[in-house]
């Protein structure tokens, strides 16, 4: 891994707060899914503490990603609906515009990488888009889209550096904390810093004494790097078996709210992500995608400091192919 370059953000764009997560959490009504919270006794023997599991890989789509996709194609005037929307995904942000973008009846046009899981191609063609592969250690996805998006006269709503995607995505930590209460310590998956960026405003509106923790993969730290520099580090692309933190860096939205709203930001190993899948299939009967199982894997990590503490886990995805995934647990 190498730094390409970092950014500092002079002048910060205009922010969701939580009152867009409110909003979004309206607009969603109907269409998402109020994901299951579940516990593990297994897990609160083991750390000591009282663990909860919110499910997003069981939304729609089998990700959050569901979420900010419906907000922000939701938010579209009669215009931009006709023209349709344009989007780069590994995989999940794929699926959940092409069938957010269906039920809004809009076409959509998905910029995916050419060895994306093959579930999440054929999820998203399935869903009626059209699919744009490219190799994602060459080629740039980010003006891929944009060439089409001007092109076309299509919107583009990034995976995450958009305030309604986030808006969208804090929905899901504030039905953890509307459901369970307070927490002390809250562990979120991090990519590209959407979905932690909105479970920020919705702890720090809800809980604003949790401690709230990011977690990437090791070989993939961009966003741990910009956390702690106070600017936004460029990566080229890891290599993990988390598919959806392949991200090269944070957002221009993301950062300066993860930067003002977290309290640090963990890595783990993919032999760790590994160890967790397992256990979710094993003990919870959960398929759980590598990327959703950052923040248990860093939970168990830490899990002496985490004695009789409450403690909440965010899910994010269950997409995996079936083969890949049998590969894993059988390793």
């Known amino acids: 891994m190498s730094i390409a370059n970092s950014t500092t953000i002079?002048?910060?764009?205009?922010?969701?707060?939580?009152?867009?997560v409110v909003a979004a959490?309206?607009?969603?009504?109907?269409?998402?899914?109020?994901?299951?919270?579940?516990?593990?006794?297994?897990?609160?023997?083991?750390?000591?503490?009282?663990?909860?599991?919110?499910?997003?890989?069981?939304?729609?789509?089998?990700?959050?990603?569901?979420?900010?996709?419906?907000?922000?194609?939701?938010?579209?005037?009669?215009?931009?609906?006709?023209?349709?929307?344009?989007?780069?995904?590994s995989g999940n942000h794929a699926q959940a515009i092409a069938l957010s973008a269906r039920l809004l009846?809009?076409?959509?046009?998905?910029?995916?990488?050419?060895?994306?899981?093959?579930?999440k191609v054929a999820a998203t063609r399935g869903y009626g888009a059209t699919v744009i592969l490219y190799d994602r250690y060459k080629d740039d996805r980010e003006q891929i889209g944009r060439d089409?998006?001007?092109?076309?006269?299509?919107?583009?709503?990034?995976?995450?550096?958009?305030p309604d995607v986030i808006a969208g995505q804090g929905t899901a930590a504030k039905e953890l904390f509307e459901e369970v209460g307070a927490l002390d310590a809250f562990f979120v998956c991090l990519g590209g810093g959407g979905l932690l960026s909105g479970s920020a405003l919705s702890t720090r509106a809800l809980a604003p004494d949790c401690k709230l923790y990011g977690v990437e993969p090791e070989a993939g730290n961009d966003g741990q790097q910009s956390f702690?520099?106070?600017r936004i580090v460029h990566i080229d692309t890891p290599q993990t078996i988390a598919d959806g933190a392949?991200?090269?860096?944070?957002?221009?939205?993301?950062?300066?709210?993860?930067?003002?709203?977290v309290d640090d930001v963990f890595t783990v190993t993919d032999a760790q992500l590994v160890e967790s899948m397992r256990f979710f299939a094993a003990r919870m009967k959960l398929v759980v995608e590598p990327t959703g199982c950052l923040g248990f894997a860093a939970a168990r990590a830490m899990k002496d400091q985490l004695k009789g503490k409450r403690?909440?886990?965010?899910?994010?995805?269950?997409?995996?192919?079936?083969?890949?995934?049998?590969?894993?647990?059988?390793?």
């Open 311 to 331: 403690v909440g886990i965010l899910i994010s995805g269950g997409n995996v192919d079936l083969a890949r995934l049998a590969s894993f647990l059988a390793a």
């Open 148 to 162: 089409l998006a001007e092109k076309n006269g299509l919107t583009l709503i990034p995976p995450y550096d958009h």
């Open 25 to 89: 959490s309206g607009r969603l009504l109907g269409h998402a899914h109020q994901t299951p919270v579940l516990t593990s006794r297994t897990v609160n023997e083991d750390f000591g503490a009282e663990v909860f599991f919110k499910c997003e890989n069981l939304q729609r789509t089998g990700a959050f990603k569901f979420r900010g996709a419906f907000n922000a194609l939701s938010k579209f005037d009669d215009r931009q609906r006709r023209a349709g929307v344009v989007t780069f995904s």
């Open 246 to 261: 392949q991200t090269q860096h944070l957002g221009a939205h993301t950062f300066p709210i993860i930067h003002r709203d």
């Open 10 to 20: 002079s002048s910060s764009p205009l922010l969701p707060t939580f009152d867009d």
């Open 105 to 119: 009846g809009m076409p959509a046009s998905i910029v995916m990488p050419e060895d994306a899981p093959q579930a």
């Open 228 to 230: 702690r520099s106070g």
